[in-house]
Antibody, heavy 125, light 107 residues
């Protein structure tokens, strides 16, 4: 079955960077995109961005542009999310989720059909 | 991007029907999706493309749309349905948007 396995918990100091990995299995990696979603403690879901695993095209949430980079390694079928210049309010559980890849013609579908279990990132001095 | 508004909480007795609304001005443009999240777990998609149910999701979960509002209905609520529920859609630039979330409590 389809699974997304994420890397382990991270503890970082303000100003540092974190890089979280996401390794899907159960389907061909480059036939779907990967989205990243985070959830601060006790809060709702915040979409961070999306990467098309075939082309490397990305779409980032406006509030994270400049600090966020999403990449993939097709040789290992792994997606990565790097967030730089961490602040205390970046403390959250970070999820990767399978999304559609590039869509050229309508209707357009924007969904997250399979999720990883999440990676806790704690930012504290 | 735009906002999707949900009621913060819904309470329902076992066997009754829970309805969770999600409203947003741009909703008519694209499909809506619903996710269930239990404490300490990742979200799970329970409805896609407004009203379709993924494989393995019980039939008591259904979705509907009317104008700028989509609704998740849980018929014959069971104790295991107690969870947070989030709607989600997107804008025309492919930016995903989540609803504010609704906590469903089974009395």
């Amino acid at each position: 079955q389809v699974q997304l396995v994420q890397s382990g918990a991270e503890v970082k100091k303000p100003g540092a960077s974190v890089k979280v990995s996401c390794k899907p299995s159960g389907y061909t990696f480059t036939t779907y995109g990967i989205s990243w979603v985070r959830q601060a403690p006790g809060q709702g879901l915040e979409w961070m961005g999306w990467i098309d695993t075939y082309s490397g095209n990305t779409n980032y949430a406006q509030n994270l542009q400049g600090r966020l980079t999403m990449t993939t390694d097709t040789s290992t079928s792994t997606a990565y999310m790097e967030l730089r210049n961490l602040r205390s309010d970046d403390t959250a559980v970070y999820y990767c989720a399978r999304s559609p890849g590039v869509q050229l013609f309508p209707p357009f579908y924007y969904y997250l059909d399979v999720w990883g279990k999440g990676t806790t990132v704690s930012v504290s001095s | 991007s735009y906002e999707l508004t949900q009621p913060p909480s819904v309470s329902v007795s076992p066997g009754q029907t829970a309805r969770i609304t999600c409203s947003g001005d741009a909703l008519p443009n694209l499909y809506a999706y619903w996710y269930q999240q239990k404490p300490g777990q990742a979200p799970v998609m329970v409805i896609f493309r407004d009203s379709e149910r993924p494989s393995g999701i019980p039939e008591r979960f259904s979705g509907s749309r009317s104008g700028t509002t989509v609704t998740l209905t849980i018929s014959g609520v069971q104790a295991e349905d107690e969870a947070d529920y989030f709607c989600q859609s997107a804008d025309n630039f492919g930016t995903y948007v989540f609803g504010t979330g609704t906590k469903v409590t089974v009395l």
